[in-house]
Nanobody, 119 residues
Framework: QVQLVESGGGLVQPGGSLRLSCVAS????????MGWYRQAPGEQRELVAD???????NYADSVKGRFTISRDNGKRTVDLQMNTLKPEDTGVYYC?????????????WGQGTQVTVSS
C-alpha cells in the first residue's frame, strides 16, 4: 500500500555533505512517523533520525548537531541533510514510515541508498 523511493546517496569525502530524500506513494496519505535508518557492513540496522507528524525529532547521539531531518506532509517526503560526514557514517540508508490504523501499526521500508564517506 505504500511505496518509498530514496535518492541522494553517493560517495563523499570526510567533512562533506549529502542530502537524502524519500518520497512516499500509494494509498496512505499521512504517516505518524517518518525517518531514516542505516546499516553498515556487518552491523545491525540502526535509527539515524525520525520525525513525528507534529514535528518532534529524534536523533542518534552519533549524528546530533550534524544531521537534520525534515518532512513535508503534503508531499509525503522526508529528507535528511547530512553535514560534516565521517567515515563511520558509511552504510546503506533506508527510509522508513509508520502509521497506526485499526489498532496496529504498519511499517514500510525503502530499498536503501548507499552512502560512502571516504577520501
Amino acid at each position: 500500500q505504500v511505496q518509498l523511493v530514496e535518492s541522494g546517496g553517493g560517495l563523499v569525502q570526510p567533512g562533506g555533505s549529502l542530502r537524502l530524500s524519500c518520497v512516499a506513494s500509494g494509498r496512505v496519505f499521512s504517516f505518524d512517523v517518518m525517518g531514516w535508518y542505516r546499516q553498515a557492513p556487518g552491523e545491525q540496522r540502526e535509527l539515524v533520525a525520525d520525525i513525528a507528524s507534529g514535528g518532534r525529532t529524534n536523533y542518534a547521539d552519533s549524528v546530533k548537531g550534524r544531521f537534520t531531518i525534515s518532512r513535508d506532509n503534503g508531499k509525503r517526503t522526508v529528507d535528511l541533510q547530512m553535514n560534516t560526514l565521517k567515515p563511520e557514517d558509511t552504510g546503506v540508508y533506508y527510509c522508513h514510515v509508520r502509521y497506526w490504523a485499526a489498532l496496529r501499526d504498519y511499517d514500510y521500508w525503502g530499498q536503501g541508498t548507499q552512502v560512502t564517506v571516504s577520501s
